[in-house]
């Protein structure tokens, strides 16, 4: 078990401190940990580098073999992971596995290099233990991402499975979205695990109409093309859809061999917050365009879960994602039907301690259930 006091000390000290000095822009401190990880990356061959990551890696990783499992021929030592969006230029993916993700997927990354939307454009609301942002897919293209993780791959084997999660940029216009999905999937196909077709974030214009299966097949279609070495692909869908269209989405993602399904991304949903007003802007939250993520997502995005694994009687595999911050969060996404869990809204709130602390409470649910693993068929 972890040390209350070191967690307390997280959620009562440090977490209040960063949130009160850097509210008017939350980015800064997601720039500032990102900057740290990938230098520790980058001296990820050197000796001090390697005892610090054993050092997070004692504290933050928990192994049992009852919460591993195989998917897509790989092995996923726990089935919490991190979601896209936190480290979306590839620079930390040899750190991940040492905070006691059991995967961590990049991105969102897109074929041309860009710089987002204007800031600020990343909003904590923690009365509502939730995040908005509208970044935009800021990121520094595909052909800078492989080269940075072919050289993370030199200086250290990667233990954990990547996923890359792939965009369109904001300058290809949707008739040419195929083109753009593919010349990204064509310069990284040999550093993912897996990857994802993200038709549904809601910050660039237009982007969600891809999710229309009229629009989505031809993609689908275009990667596949190019997937000589049939590596799993899989869709991100909206929360937002509409049942009817997520049962489309479904369809069209078997037909095309899709590996898995995403649910889900960020709302633009605003209904039952309980926050006022927002520091940086002083306007409420439904007046500022962008995703919402963390707790308000957590219900619609079980319920997402759970229609895919009914519609597909179980035979198309899930990654849950959407306000996890407690193993009982994690257990009700299981339990709904998905396979693999992600987390990022939650993991800012409750800090690195909580993934360990998430699994933790996954085995207690198991041996409370006398369920041997947490794949057990009776599970979901």
């Given at each position: 078990?972890?040390?209350?006091?070191?967690?307390?000390?997280?959620?009562?000290?440090?977490?209040?401190?960063?949130?009160?000095?850097?509210?008017?822009?939350?980015e800064?401190?997601?720039?500032?940990?990102?900057?740290?990880?990938?230098?520790?990356?980058?001296?990820?061959?050197?000796?001090?580098?390697?005892?610090?990551?054993?050092?997070?890696?004692?504290?933050?990783?928990?192994?049992?073999?009852?919460?591993?499992?195989?998917?897509?021929?790989?092995?996923?030592?726990?089935?919490?992971?991190?979601?896209?969006?936190?480290?979306?230029d590839?620079?930390?993916?040899?750190?991940?596995?040492?905070?006691?993700?059991?995967?961590?997927?990049?991105?969102?990354v897109?074929?041309?290099?860009?710089?987002?939307?204007?800031?600020?454009?990343?909003?904590?609301?923690p009365?509502?233990?939730?995040?908005?942002?509208?970044?935009?897919?800021?990121?520094?293209?595909?052909?800078?991402?492989?080269?940075?993780?072919?050289?993370?791959?030199?200086?250290?084997?990667?233990?954990?499975?990547?996923?890359?999660?792939?965009g369109?940029?904001?300058?290809?216009?949707?008739?040419?979205?195929?083109?753009?999905?593919?010349?990204?999937?064509?310069?990284?196909?040999?550093?993912?695990?897996?990857?994802?077709?993200?038709?549904?974030?809601?910050?660039?214009?237009?982007?969600?109409?891809?999710?229309?299966?009229?629009?989505?097949?031809?993609?689908?279609a275009?990667?596949?093309?190019?997937?000589?070495?049939?590596?799993?692909?899989?869709?991100?869908?909206?929360?937002?859809?509409?049942?009817?269209?997520?049962?489309?989405?479904?369809?069209?993602?078997?037909?095309?061999?899709m590996?898995?399904?995403?649910?889900?991304?960020?709302?633009?949903?605003?209904?039952?917050?309980?926050?006022?007003?927002?520091?940086?802007?002083?306007?409420?939250?439904?007046?500022?365009?962008?995703?919402?993520?963390?707790?308000?997502?957590?219900?619609?995005?079980?319920?997402?879960?759970?229609?895919?694994?009914?519609?597909?009687?179980?035979?198309?595999?899930?990654?849950?994602?959407?306000?996890?911050?407690?193993?009982?969060?994690?257990?009700?996404?299981?339990?709904?039907g998905?396979s693999?869990?992600?987390?990022?809204?939650?993991?800012?709130?409750?800090?690195?301690?909580?993934?360990?602390?998430?699994?933790?409470?996954?085995?207690?649910?198991?041996?409370?259930?006398?369920?041997?693993?947490?794949?057990?068929?009776?599970l979901?």
């Amino acid at each position: 078990m972890l040390p209350k006091e070191i967690v307390d000390l997280y959620q009562q000290g440090l977490r209040p401190l960063l949130f009160s000095a850097l509210k008017t822009d939350p980015e800064t401190a997601h720039r500032q940990l990102i900057r740290t990880c990938a230098w520790l990356d980058q001296r990820s061959d050197q000796g001090f580098a390697q005892g610090l990551q054993h050092r997070l890696a004692s504290s933050l990783s928990l192994q049992d073999h009852r919460l591993s499992q195989t998917l897509w021929g790989h092995h996923f030592a726990n089935p919490i992971g991190l979601a896209a969006g936190f480290d979306k230029d590839g620079v930390a993916t040899n750190i991940w596995p040492h905070f006691g993700f059991g995967f961590a997927e990049v991105g969102t990354v897109t074929f041309h290099a860009q710089s987002g939307n204007p800031r600020p454009r990343l909003f904590r609301l923690p009365q509502d233990q939730a995040a908005l942002n509208r970044m935009g897919f800021n990121n520094q293209g595909a052909a800078q991402m492989a080269a940075v993780i072919a050289a993370s791959q030199t200086r250290q084997a990667r233990t954990t499975p990547l996923g890359i999660n792939l965009g369109k940029s904001k300058v290809t216009p949707l008739e040419e979205a195929v083109e753009d999905y593919v010349g990204s999937f064509r310069l990284l196909k040999a550093y993912g695990d897996y990857f994802v077709v993200n038709v549904s974030s809601p910050n660039t214009p237009g982007l969600r109409s891809l999710q229309a299966v009229e629009q989505l097949a031809p993609i689908l279609a275009g990667l596949q093309a190019e997937n000589s070495d049939a590596k799993p692909l899989l869709v991100k869908i909206a929360p937002d859809l509409e049942w009817e269209d997520i049962a489309a989405i479904v369809r069209v993602a078997q037909a095309h061999d899709m590996a898995g399904i995403i649910a889900t991304n960020t709302t633009i949903q605003r209904q039952g917050l309980q926050t006022q007003r927002i520091a940086a802007t002083g306007r409420a939250p439904r007046e500022e365009a962008g995703g919402l993520s963390g707790a308000p997502v957590r219900s619609r995005s079980t319920e997402v879960i759970r229609f895919i694994h009914q519609e597909t009687q179980g035979q198309l595999p899930i990654i849950g994602v959407g306000g996890i911050f407690t193993a009982e969060d994690a257990w009700e996404k299981l339990t709904a039907g998905a396979s693999l869990l992600q987390v990022y809204t939650g993991w800012v709130y409750e800090g690195p301690w909580m993934v360990r602390r998430i699994l933790e409470g996954l085995l207690k649910k198991l041996q409370d259930q006398s369920i041997d693993h947490i794949h057990e068929g009776n599970l979901c």
